[in-house]
């Protein structure tokens, strides 16, 4: 949980809690499959597209499919 106020461009500022799902870099972030053959890659993704599914479903259960927001590092206070 991150905690932390936060500017907006028009200079709105708001006091802001966030379960990090990605830092910001600006690279991809990911699972790398490149070790493995192209059957294996297919048998992984598969695997990892329906848990990624089952991650989002349990957040709309959760009530917070809404609340996925994105905010600029250099906005944070």
């Known amino acids: 949980m991150k905690r932390f106020t936060y500017e907006k461009p028009d200079g709105d500022i708001s006091d802001r809690?966030?379960?990090v799902l990605n830092k910001?870099?600006?690279s991809?972030?990911?699972i790398d499959?490149?070790?493995f053959s192209i059957?294996?890659?297919t048998?992984?993704?598969?695997?990892?597209e329906k848990?990624?599914?089952s991650v989002?479903?349990?957040i709309e259960v959760m009530g917070l499919k809404h609340n996925y927001r994105r905010f600029k590092q250099e906005r944070i206070v």
């Open 33 to 35: 499959l490149s070790e």
């Open 43 to 48: 048998k992984y993704n598969k695997m990892l």
């Open 28 to 30: 991809y972030f990911g």
């Open 39 to 41: 059957d294996e890659q």
């Open 51 to 53: 848990l990624m599914e």
């Open 17 to 19: 809690s966030l379960f």
């Open 24 to 26: 910001p870099s600006d």
């Open 56 to 58: 989002a479903e349990e």
